[in-house]
């Protein structure tokens, strides 16, 4: 990666990790694990449909899709180098790896955006 | 991306093309514990990617409409989905406590010149953990 990018994307990787470390675990017990084990009663489409309404909500849910995922793509990318030892594919990893965080981002805003 | 070679092998490689090297194992990380515990703590980036996506579908099938959103519920009731989300969850939860507790040596935060002790950091951490907790809850529990 080229050096004057390199502090932009560790800041992703850190504002994404700060985000999935305070969000994710609720979101997750709720969603993939209160709710379809009937443990709780997931929102109706209605009551989801109206939260969404809001654009703050909208964009909460831009944010904890697309910096997670470049907190995943950062940390995947030197896990590859080092525990796989692809160093030589250096470019190629890193291309992969932020290219399909940028793309889950464009996929969630216009989602999000046609709503 | 040509930039790439700014860390691609040193000079000197040049001039001693059979320089020494110890071959590693793939499988260096499996030789000490602390080796593991960083090589995991590395991949629960995956989970957090994986529930990122599973986030995103659950938008996409709440702009499809009524039928998209209970079809997306239901597939969340299957045994390997419920499975995989109490591994994402495991995962999720090591990659939160690690965070945390690694929060002040990633940031010295200083107040009045003197160093905010490591302690109070990490407390702000899980307090901030639990406030995000409460209101993420209350929302998606108490509307209907």
């Known amino acids: ?115 | 991306m040509s930039a790439a070679g700014a860390d691609a092998p040193t000079p000197y490689r040049l001039y001693h093309p059979k320089w020494y090297r110890r071959r590693v194992s793939v499988w260096w990380w499996l030789s000490k514990p602390a080796y593991a515990t960083f090589v995991l703590r590395e991949l629960t980036s995956v989970a957090v990617a994986f529930f990122a996506l599973v986030t995103l579908l659950q938008l996409r099938a709440l702009a499809r409409g009524p039928e998209a959103y209970s079809r997306f519920l239901h597939r969340l009731e299957s045994p390997l989905v419920v499975a995989l989300h109490a591994l994402a969850l495991a995962f999720v939860l090591f990659h939160a406590i690690t965070w945390f507790n690694l929060a002040p040596k990633a940031m010295v935060v200083r107040l009045g010149g003197k160093r905010v002790p490591d302690a109070v950091i990490v407390g702000a951490n899980y307090l901030a953990w639990l406030v995000a907790t409460a209101v993420v809850g209350g929302i998606l529990l108490g509307i209907r």
């Not at chain 1, 709710?35 to 904890?64: C, H, K, Q, T």
């Not at chain 1, 896990?79 to 981002?105: E, M, N």
């Open chain 1, 1 to 115: 990666m080229a050096r004057p990018i390199t502090p932009l994307l560790w800041t992703l990787f850190s504002a994404g990790g700060t985000l999935a470390a305070m969000l994710f675990p609720i979101h997750l017990v709720l969603t993939g694990l209160a709710f379809p084990l009937g443990l709780a009663e997931p929102p109706s489409y209605e009551a989801m449909r109206r939260l969404l309404d809001n654009p703050l909500v909208r964009i909460y849910f831009l944010v904890i899709i697309a910096l997670p995922l470049f907190h995943w793509a950062h940390r995947f990318r030197y896990t590859l180098y080092d525990g796989l030892q692809l160093k030589h594919l250096f470019a190629l990893v890193a291309v992969l790896c932020y290219g399909a965080a940028l793309l889950g981002s464009a996929a969630a805003a216009y989602v999000l955006w046609t709503l």
